[in-house]
């Protein structure tokens, strides 16, 4: 079992930063591809990022503006956002893959999810 907890979101102009962090529980988070998704209001869930001990990849609306890393040591990934946008409105959703390899960006790849974080961007 693995617990996710998203936390840092919040209300940010448009061009600001965010930094969303997501604390896992687990042994063997190392191992894990996390993941970070959206949903907009009255929208679907979309792919925003993931990452794994080799790489990174990134939705096509973030690639260059959005960042994510993560501190094995402290079982936390990141997503650092900047140049915000207000369609970057959304609640975040931080996930944990444990049996997929690579950098999943499906949804249903993932088996743990967090409760999720708002995230305001105002014009």
């Known amino acids: 079992q693995v617990q996710l907890v998203e936390s840092g979101g919040g209300l940010v102009q448009a061009g600001g930063s965010l930094r969303l962090s997501c604390a896992a529980s687990g042994r063997t988070f190392e191992r894990y591809a996390m993941g970070w998704f959206r949903q907009p209001p009255g929208k679907e869930r979309d792919f925003v990022g993931a990452i794994r001990w080799n790489g990174a990849r990134y939705g096509d609306s973030v690639k260059g503006r959005f960042t994510i890393s993560r501190d094995n040591a402290k079982n936390t990934v990141y997503l650092q956002m900047n140049s915000l946008k207000p369609e970057d409105t959304a609640v975040y959703y931080c996930?944990?893959?444990?049996?997929?390899?690579?950098?999943?960006?499906?949804?249903?790849?993932?088996?743990?999810w967090g409760q999720g974080t708002q995230v305001t961007v105002s014009s």
């Open positions: 996930a944990a893959s444990t049996g997929v390899a690579g950098t999943p960006n499906f949804a249903f790849q993932y088996n743990y």
